[in-house]
């Protein structure tokens, strides 16, 4: 059932797989539809537009002014004993973090839950370096014992049922199988625990990273990521240049809106607020404390003022709870690290064009995303812009996004030259509209993949231009208003 | 690594598109909240308890026999708790030999960290305050009162002043006066029991952190 | 969200058939003049109409788009509302044109337009307050609102309020009456499979729900839904909102082509 092995590229393969799957659709299907409700349920006493207004405002505003203050976020950060590194790609970002384990000699290390770190896939490098690399988000737990990757960037192992992650448990470390969730939780509680007290370096995300005071903010309900942050004795978090806020007091909405949107929680369990290492007089906490801020196509997005509000994100998975082609196919068919909307508008600057070319077709642009985003990212609008760059499809704005023009294949152009040259012209348009209504009964009976489940519409026998035509010159004569 | 950073600065400089408009930021709407304190301590209550966390309304002078009786009803042998704040000086000079031991978090947690994973069964902690809107507590770990106590043993109780409870994160943030001050090493929002819900959506307390959360609420 | 109405109720309007309306479905934009005409507003039909543009621009190809807008700019000069029979082209002129002409020559030209586009249900609700007094038999419907007209035009109420002036109409609600019926224009095609995912459950939702018929007022979305409804046999036609009003003023059975050519 593991669908790990698809490559990047094969958007279709995935999704087959995913729709012929009953067991990953029951899945996805129950979970939105929970998370959709509960999402509601927790905006319910609020208003939820002006808020979401706030948000947008918020992280516009430190977009506005991102390198300087990520320059006060590190130089706050360093004041406070935090070092801060720097790194353009992820390739650079893994280093970083291996060439800071590896000074301290570290054989382990602890993860609290980072989308970045999968971006990069940090885990895969470290273990290259004999390092040993530990999820211990339950979910991130989960999918990587089954040797996965997640499938949603809130709920990692969202796409397994009980049953699977029960057996799962069993395989991997002799849990007895049950259908008890407190149990398998207690289960995992234990292995991990071990590892907590062992581990050498904690390794965690960031949600949002507080220029004014030099904060890390970490959203959390389980407490490994506190674990994560306090226990090792060193901390590295890992994040994308984007996740810097301006002020502390764009916490309070920020977070109002990630919980609400993520889970329908009010607030997480846990808001982890890092501003240095342990001090002289305390008694726990890492002795160190890293950050590593990482590009990887970031900077490139920050180039086009529409693009740019792709940046805005908050990742709360809002967008894909509400995606109905993300809850028919689930979060592997996409082939990369962030699936559903969030995915089709991030991953095309992240790997380029080439590689996810199929991504900003997969939507019917229906907008639920775009709908209930905490932050109003204008989903559509931007897939809209990456199909029109997949195609450079516009002279008069020239494309940007790497491998831009990648399907702009002659046909393609045929067809759409063609199309304008009958609709242009209104002449060319009625005479094909006439000769449509003409050949009606020849119309074919199949039409690739709609037919396969549908009926094929017939053409009317007369266009609204000739009934109009005809109506027209009859009203002509007929002069008296109706009633 | 310095070459990264003046590429990355110089990238979003020469960038950053030119009329970058950016709307006000109008934070009405996470504020003028105006509940009464009555109305915040209820707040308080109903929401930290619907994500399991226990509250117990007691008088001020009245909490440590209450402690004590939950303590009997969590079957807790020890109790980890601060060594120089007031409320557990109180608690320590009215302790006697048949109650759960006290511990104190006197060493740097290297040293005792095997026990701390597996034999504290309890902490008590103070806290800054709690939020209404949130039903949150505000803890600042400090020399005294670790990080850890409030993480890593299974119950933890919490004392919290009724009259800070405070509507919202940012009203606490302005009248502590947060950023004026400056902020510890580590600051945090605790808003009931350690909980996941990674298995199939259900909801399981006490993965990594606390399985209960219990404040006593000081009126 | 909903657009402000105008200070006086226009005497004339400019009818914008949409091209699937137009070779498809003329039934409906007829229904739809003729809901008009009987509210007294003189319906002008420009022959030089042709498509909205929105093929073309959600793929990717904005300068084919462009042109084709310029010639609608053109077809539908003056200064009457613009009314057209579906969500999805009425978002694509009042919304989309503005940004594909965004620091063009046209931009203001366009602008202009877009402000005179009226999806047409919710010109006769909001606009002409049309009372309807419905002639026909009991049955239950579901509306099925289009994306476009729910989250771009802001018409999630529209298409309900309108059937619930209707006696003898039963109005019932799918579930999740907001979730998209996987239409969406070419996706339908280039991603068959994941479409035929969505409107399956869109076609059961509505037949669950006990409606005898649904009505939308876009014709993708019709296309996709009663295409699946009736190669699956499941006896749940599908019906232009505007071709359904129509019918339920007059006898029931009564074509509309046939009322209009009577006049
Ligand atoms: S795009 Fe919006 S809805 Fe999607 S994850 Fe980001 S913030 Fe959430």
């Not at chain 1, 160190?288 to 805005?312: M, N, P």
Request: glycine share 6%; hydrophobic share 40%.
């Amino acid at each position: 059932m593991s669908l790990q092995t698809i490559p990047l590229h094969s958007f279709d393969a995935g999704a087959q797989a995913a729709l012929n799957n009953p067991q990953v659709r029951r899945n996805f299907r129950q979970a939105m539809d929970g998370l959709m409700s509960k999402r509601a349920a927790a905006f319910a006493d609020w208003e939820l537009e002006p808020l979401r207004e706030l948000g947008a405002a918020i992280r516009l505003r430190a977009l506005a002014r991102l390198p300087e203050l990520l320059e006060q976020l590190e130089a706050n950060l360093q004041k406070q004993g935090v070092q801060v590194h720097w790194a353009q790609t992820g390739e650079e970002a893994c280093q970083i973090i291996r060439d800071i384990c590896q000074a301290r000699g570290a054989k382990s290390v602890i993860k609290g839950k980072s989308m970045v770190s999968e971006e990069m896939e940090l885990n895969h490098f470290l273990e290259a370096a004999g390092i040993e690399a530990l999820e211990s988000d339950l979910g991130e737990y989960i999918v990587q014992l089954a040797e996965e990757t997640p499938s949603h960037i809130i709920m990692p192992a969202i796409h397994k049922n009980t049953d699977e992650i029960s057996q799962l448990l069993h395989e991997k470390t002799g849990t007895e199988p049950s259908h008890d969730v407190d149990y398998l939780t207690a289960s995992a509680r234990q292995q991990l625990r071990e590892k907590f007290m062992t581990a050498d370096v904690g390794i965690s995300g960031v949600n949002f990273a507080v220029a004014e005071t030099g904060t890390l903010c970490l959203v959390e309900n389980e407490g490994n990521g506190r674990l994560t942050t306090s226990v090792p004795a060193c901390h590295i978090a890992v994040t994308g240049i984007e996740k810097v806020i301006e002020k502390l007091e764009d916490v309070t909405p920020l977070l109002a809106l990630l919980t609400r949107s993520a889970t329908g929680q009010h607030i997480t369990t846990y808001f982890n607020m890092v501003s240095a290492p342990r001090q002289a007089d305390e008694k726990d906490g890492p002795e160190a404390v890293h950050l590593v801020l990482v590009d990887s196509g970031r900077s490139a997005i920050y180039q086009d003022e529409a693009l740019l509000d792709t940046l805005r994100c908050i990742r709360c998975g809002a967008c894909m709870n509400h995606c109905p082609v993300y809850t028919r196919i689930g979060g592997h068919a996409y082939g990369t690290t962030y699936p559903g909307p969030i995915g089709k508008i991030l991953m095309p600057h992240l790997l380029g064009l080439e590689a996810t070319q199929d991504l900003p077709s997969a939507s019917t642009l229906c907008g639920a995303c775009a709908e209930v985003c905490p932050v109003k990212i204008p989903i559509p609008r931007l897939l809209q812009r990456l199909r029109k760059e997949a195609v450079d499809g516009d002279s008069l704005r020239p494309s940007r996004v790497r491998g831009h023009g990648v399907k702009r294949h002659w046909r393609e152009r045929l067809i759409w030259s063609v199309w304008r040259q009958i609709h242009a012209r209104p002449r060319a348009y009625r005479w094909a509209g006439n000769l449509l209504t003409r050949l009606r009964g020849l119309m074919p009976k199949q039409l690739g993949g709609w037919t396969r489940v549908r009926t094929l519409p017939k053409p009317a026998a007369r266009t609204l231009h000739q009934l109009m035509q005809t109506r027209d010159a009859q009203t002509k004569t007929a002069q008296e208003p109706r009633a | 690594m310095n070459q990264a950073r003046a590429a990355i600065l110089q990238r979003l400089r020469q960038g950053r598109p030119a009329d970058f408009a950016v709307p006000e930021s109008d934070f009405t709407v996470v504020r003028q909240r105006n509940w009464s304190l009555e109305e915040r301590i209820e707040r308080f209550q109903q929401k930290i308890e619907s994500v399991q966390g226990q509250v117990h309304r007691v008088a001020e002078d009245h909490w440590i026999p209450v402690l004590i009786r939950l303590l009997a009803e969590h079957q807790i042998n020890n109790l980890l708790l601060s060594e120089n704040k007031a409320p557990a000086q109180a608690l320590r000079e009215q302790w006697h030999e048949d109650l759960p031991s006290l511990l104190s978090y006197q060493q740097p947690l290297e040293a005792w960290k095997e026990t701390l994973f597996n034999q504290v069964d309890a902490a008590l902690t103070s806290c800054r305050g709690g939020i209404a809107e949130t039903g949150s507590l505000i803890l600042w770990p400090d020399a005294d009162e670790p990080r850890l106590m409030s993480l890593v043993p299974p119950v933890h109780f919490v004392l919290l002043q009724a009259k800070q409870i405070y509507a919202t994160f940012d009203e606490v943030l302005r009248e502590q006066a947060w950023v004026e001050q400056g902020l510890p090493t580590n600051a945090l929002l605790i808003s009931g029991p350690s909980k996941t819900a990674d298995i199939e959506q259900t909801l399981a307390y006490g993965v990594h952190g606390p399985k209960a959360l219990i404040v006593l609420l000081l009126e | 969200m909903s657009q402000a109405l105008p200070p006086t109720p226009p005497t004339q309007v400019i009818f914008y058939a949409t091209c699937l309306v137009d070779l498809y479905f003329p039934d409906a934009g007829l229904a739809g003049i003729q809901l008009l005409e009987r509210q007294g507003i003189q319906v002008i039909f420009p022959q030089n109409q042709t498509c909205c543009g929105q093929p073309a621009y959600s793929s990717g190809f904005n300068d084919q788009a462009r042109e084709v807008v310029l010639a609608q700019l053109e077809a539908l000069a003056g200064d009457c509302p613009i009314v057209l029979p579906s969500g999805s082209c009425a978002a694509m002129m009042k919304h989309h044109y503005p940004e594909l002409f965004a620091g063009t020559p046209q931009a203001q030209a366009i602008q202009a337009l877009a402000d005179r586009v009226w999806e047409l249900s919710d010109f006769l609700l909001r606009v002409c307050q049309i009372q309807l007094q419905d002639q026909g038999q009991p049955i239950k419907v579901a509306m099925h609102t289009s994306c476009s007209a729910r989250r771009e035009m802001g018409l999630a109420e529209t298409g309900p309020q309108l059937l619930d002036q209707l006696s003898q109409v039963e109005r019932v609600e799918q579930a999740r009456a907001s979730e998209c019926c996987g239409f969406g224009g070419r996706f339908s095609l280039r991603h068959a499979d994941i479409s035929a995912a969505m409107v399956a459950d869109k076609a059961q939702a509505l037949k669950a729900a006990g409606a005898e018929r649904f009505v939308t007022t876009d014709c993708g979305c019709m296309m996709n839904i009663a295409g699946y409804t009736e190669k699956q046999g499941l006896g749940l036609p599908g019906q232009h909102l505007l071709s359904f009003l129509w019918e339920r003023l007059n006898a029931e059975g009564q074509a509309p082509e046939e009322v209009g050519g009577r006049s």
